[in-house]
């Protein structure tokens, strides 16, 4: 399985702390925290680079197009059974307005003391059964809130060091 990491959201903190856990826990949310704080409709506003300097180039993402043509994504990602969608409305030369994404989405949970809760998801085409799809895509879970939130992705550079592309989404209401 090819897997992308990117962190999200879920009411954490950069310090690691939940709305509903005290500042003072080592832990992060749990699993089913971030699940319910990543549940709704996202419009992903930004991409922005950290230690990917400005020259380097990323051809696309999650194997599917540019940076830029996510850039105004509506990504609705639903209770139930998690299947959701990105729909594309970034106009360019590579970018197919209008085009929506089926997506199956998850939060992968490492277990206790193997790491954070990771925003998970793999694409569908027509046809396709979930259970049958074996590609797909990780990011991790930085921060949420009721209306923004942040998951990155790393990004392994040329020259064997490592960057993250972070994206900054903004509840739909």
Known sequence: MAVVLVSACGAQRKDGGYSNVPATSNEGPTASQW???????WVLNSV???DIPQTYTIKNIFD???????IGSVWHLPTGNYRGSITFNASGTLCA??????I???IY???KGMGQPEFQFK???AGDKAANVTTGYRLGLSYADAQTLTMRMPVDLDNGSRGY???NFTRNQ
Not at 64 to 70: G, I, S, T
């Open 97 to 102: 307005t209008g085009a929506v994404r089926t």
């Open 104 to 106: 199956i989405w998850s």
């Open 109 to 111: 949970n490492p277990g």
């Open 48 to 50: 922005t680079r950290e």
């Open 35 to 41: 699940r319910n704080g990543v549940k709704g409709t």
């Open 165 to 167: 592309l972070i994206f």
């Open 123 to 125: 694409k569908l085409y």
């Open 64 to 70: 599917e197009a540019p940076v830029e043509c996510f």
